[in-house]
């Protein structure tokens, strides 16, 4: 290893995940020239490695992870998609399994997911899969892969009927975190992450909260790092997400509903700023939060250019909802902020739903 990677990894600030199987998140800048060092390590015996990145990612940054890959003397093959949640689907799922199959990669080997949570996502899945399971390793290139999607395990393709549905749990075996590619990010792109960010503040952290709520903090690092450090002691807890896991979906059940309705032309992270207002709103409204929570989270949410309006109706996101996978018999769980810095679980009923939603909508939707 030369003195500049084994410096980068040396500074890089270390969380370790405490999953069934433990693995580490490194969070630091140029860690894409030490993504080889980095999965070698995690990944002992592996000879072969797949890197998958959609067309903008790879154009970005796919030649540097690939080098370093070779350094680590892993044989790399190189898989590509057209960018978007447009190609997270069991299509593209298929043609990567068919370039694992022609690179020849064995269970001994590694994929490797260079991008955002649908780069992440897809790859964790055809790792989960391929073979009955080979071992992955994520390097987020978003802020919301950064903060959400590259821990815990979830992987995922999405259905003409909703999002996520064919999935596995398969914990990536480490965590690559090269804050530098946040540059590169559009500003829209970048929002996404701050919505799931300020929704990790909203669950589990007040000064989290604080220092994301006028937009982009000077400490971004500190941020991203409490982020994860938050989302792993949840997974940690409930790595299965049988129980307080589920936290994690504040503002995704109504998010899901208004990313299918507008057939995904709004991006996850905007539309879970919408769903976490239209919580905020309704739980105040059914008089289960504090006071100031709606106005909080919504300032929060406007500060990093983020939508807080729900353009659907009621009815309109609860139809939605009901095709959602989290819905259980005749009841779903939403996650309710009581105050900033915690969250609850509270089944309702599905036909309060619509009830407990249109206080959060508001007048303006379609
Ligand atoms: P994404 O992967 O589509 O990335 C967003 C866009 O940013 C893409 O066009 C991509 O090409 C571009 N991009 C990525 N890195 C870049 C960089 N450094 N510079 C310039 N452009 C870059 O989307 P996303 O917002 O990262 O992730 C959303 C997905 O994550 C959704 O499918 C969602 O369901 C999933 N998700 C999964 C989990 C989980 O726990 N598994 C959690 C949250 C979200
Ligand atoms: N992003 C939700 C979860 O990881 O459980």
């Known amino acids: 290893m030369n ?16 999953a069934g199987r433990p693995y580490d998140v490194r969070i630091g800048a140029g860690l894409i020239d030490a993504l080889g060092v980095v999965t070698a390590s995690a990944c002992p015996g592996a000879a072969r490695a797949m890197l998958v990145a959609d067309d903008t990612v790879d154009a970005l940054y796919g030649d540097r992870a690939a080098a370093s890959l070779c350094t680590a003397g892993l044989s790399v093959s190189r898989f590509s998609f057209p960018h978007g949640e447009g190609s997270k689907t069991l299509s593209t799922y298929a043609q990567l399994l068919n370039a694992l199959t022609e690179a020849q990669l064995s269970r001994a080997d590694v994929l490797v997911a260079l991008g955002g949570g649908v780069t992440g996502d897809l790859t964790g899945f055809a790792a989960a899969t391929y073979l009955r399971g080979v071992r992955f390793v994520q390097a987020p290139t978003t802020l919301l892969a950064a ?15 909703g999002k996520n549905l064919v999935g596995a749990f398969h914990q990536p075996s480490a965590v690559a975190l090269d804050t530098d590619t946040f540059a590169t990010l559009p500003d829209d792109t970048f929002a996404d992450g701050m919505a799931e960010a300020i929704k990790t503040g909203v669950i589990g952290d007040e000064a989290l909260f604080d220092l994301l709520a006028h937009g982009r903090p000077a400490a971004l690092d500190s941020a991203v790092a409490r982020c994860v450090e938050i989302k792993g002691e949840i997974v940690r807890l409930d790595e299965r997400d049988t129980g307080m896991r589920q936290l994690l979906n504040l503002g995704h059940t109504v998010g899901h509903a208004a990313e299918l309705l507008s057939d995904f032309g709004i991006s996850h992270g905007h539309a879970v700023a919408i769903g976490m207002a239209v919580m905020a709103r309704a739980a105040r409204a059914a008089g289960l939060c504090a006071a100031d929570v709606p106005a909080r989270i919504e300032a929060a949410l406007r500060s990093s250019g983020l939508p807080v309006d729900c353009p659907f109706h009621a009815d309109a996101l609860a139809k939605a909802i009901v095709q959602d996978k989290k819905r259980k018999a005749d009841s779903i769980v939403l996650v309710i902020p009581e105050r900033i810095g915690h969250c609850a679980l509270r089944p309702t009923p599905l036909d309060a739903l619509v009830g407990f939603l249109t206080a959060g909508v508001g007048g303006a939707a379609l």
């Open 3 to 18: 003195d500049r990677i084994s410096e980068t990894v040396r500074t890089a600030k270390k969380i370790t995940i405490a």
């Open 147 to 161: 903060v959400d999607s590259s821990v815990g395990g979830k992987t995922a393709v999405d259905l003409p009927a």
